[in-house]
């Protein structure tokens, strides 16, 4: 089974034809998709915005990101549901143009990223505690990010603009 065929299984499905079909839960999912995009994506801004030392120098960034993980994390895990919930409603349109494979590979890159920040500085006591200025390589770790999901809203945004069908 190759790629088309599983987003036409997926949009021939009950699940995707009741989503299709439906007048308020299409909409519902695709405004709460938006809505938790916009944000998960504002916290990770902040974050890396820290990171870049651009926004509030004097927190340290571990207690930044005992704070505010629990949050990203939420908002992603609802991005990432009714994402897939809209890839359902959607079916092989999404595969008619090349913006959303390119989306979905940005989103790999951003995903990599933040394991690696996480592997790299996720248990460094000194650096989570403020003791350290971030690294360069937390710098830069926040600037593919930033510049990442900023991508990946601009390429979702850009979805409906290439297939007529939408």
Known sequence: MNLHDLFQAMYESCLGTALAESLYVYPLVEGIHLLSLAFSFGLIVLVDFRLLGIALPSLPVGEMLKQLRPWMIGGFTATFVTGILLMFALGPKLLATFIFPLKLLVILLAALNAIWFEWKFGRDQDYLTGRKDPVVS??????????????VVVLGRLIPYFDGSF
Request: aromatic share 8%; hydrophobic share 55%; net charge positive.
């Open 138 to 151: 937390a710098k830069i770790a926040g600037a593919i990010s930033l510049a990442s999901w900023s991508t």
